[in-house]
């Protein structure tokens, strides 16, 4: 059983940044994969980033790369994703999730938070 917690959502306007933290239960960071994903109001949720057990490797949606960096600090259970050069289209809510290995999809996760939404405004 592991549970997450995001934080660091919120309003800002087009251009600017946010930081989102997610902080895991027990030692899930230091053994697993750590994804990032988020919905927006009558979508699908989608894929944005994810990072595997290392901290290496690292895979990123297209709409995201080159604005997006997702990191992790193991030590402390967590994982992050610095967002930069914020878009209207970001708006969403964003989820942290749990993989065994990194990927880009939703079934290869099995645990999730609650999400924390993210406000982009033009």
């Known amino acids: 059983q592991v549970q997450l917690v995001e934080s660091g959502g919120g309003l800002v306007q087009a251009g600017g940044s946010l930081r989102l933290s997610c902080a895991a239960s027990?030692?899930?960071?230091?053994?697993?994969?750590m994804g990032w994903f988020r919905q927006a109001p009558g979508k699908e949720r989608e894929f944005v980033a994810a990072?595997?057990?290392?901290?290496?490797?690292?895979i990123y949606a297209d709409s995201v790369k080159g604005r997006f960096t997702i990191s992790r600090d193991n030590a402390k259970n967590m994982v992050f994703l610095q967002m930069n050069s914020l878009k209207p289209e970001d708006t969403a809510v964003y989820y942290c999730?749990?993989?065994?290995?990194?990927?880009?999809?939703?079934?290869?996760?099995?645990?999730w938070g609650q999400g924390t939404q993210v406000t982009v405004s033009s």
């Open positions: 027990g030692r899930t960071l230091s053994s697993n994969a």
């Open positions: 990072v595997n057990w290392s901290g290496v490797g690292t």
């Open positions: 999730a749990v993989a065994p290995v990194s990927g880009a999809t939703m079934e290869g996760y099995d645990y």
